[in-house]
């Protein structure tokens, strides 16, 4: 019996340090004051919605009427050797803000190689949703790209 309960106990620590371990390495970091830095840019011009959500909407909440728009435009750029590149943009839950467009990547600025990862939401029903979406940087010294950084947004809507 006691064997049974070593055994037992070794593989939950086993199990413990392999989940450490891969968090360690691949889960994005969870960090928003990672974010805004700097001001936002201009929203991308190709943009329309009641309201834009920006790096600084990191970690905040948003309250938006039924029926109204709203649109994630995050600013990264591609250069030949380098990217600062947006993924996995998702809604926790489509039924409170539905896809109108996107998310997709729109070159806003050809000279400074800025890529914006941009997508429009209408607010469908009652209720909350969190936006989400993983900054990645990718290049420099390396040529590889780091494990990214989680972004995210929480829309309440009336």
Not at 88 to 98: C, E, K, R
Request: proline residues 4%; aromatic residues 8%; hydrophobic residues 40%.
């Amino acid at each position: 019996m006691n064997q049974r309960l070593l055994a037992l106990g070794a593989g939950v620590g086993f199990l413990a340090a392999g989940i450490w371990i891969y968090d360690f390495l691949f889960v994005p970091i969870d960090d928003p004051s990672y974010f805004c830095g700097s001001p936002d840019p201009t929203p991308a011009t190709t943009v329309s919605a009641s309201l834009v959500l920006q790096e600084c909407a990191a970690n905040k909440t948003f309250t938006l009427e039924k029926g109204r728009t709203i649109a994630l435009d995050l600013s990264g750029s591609a250069g030949v050797d380098t990217s600062d590149l947006w993924k996995d943009v998702t809604i926790s839950d489509a039924s409170v803000l539905s896809t109108v467009s996107g998310p997709a990547q729109i070159e806003e600025d050809s000279t400074y190689r800025r890529v914006d990862e941009v997508a429009v939401y209408r607010a469908a029903k009652s209720g909350q949703a969190t936006i989400s979406a993983v900054r990645q940087s990718c290049g420099g010294n390396t040529g590889r790209c780091d494990k990214g950084h989680m972004w995210r947004a929480t829309v309440r809507v009336n």
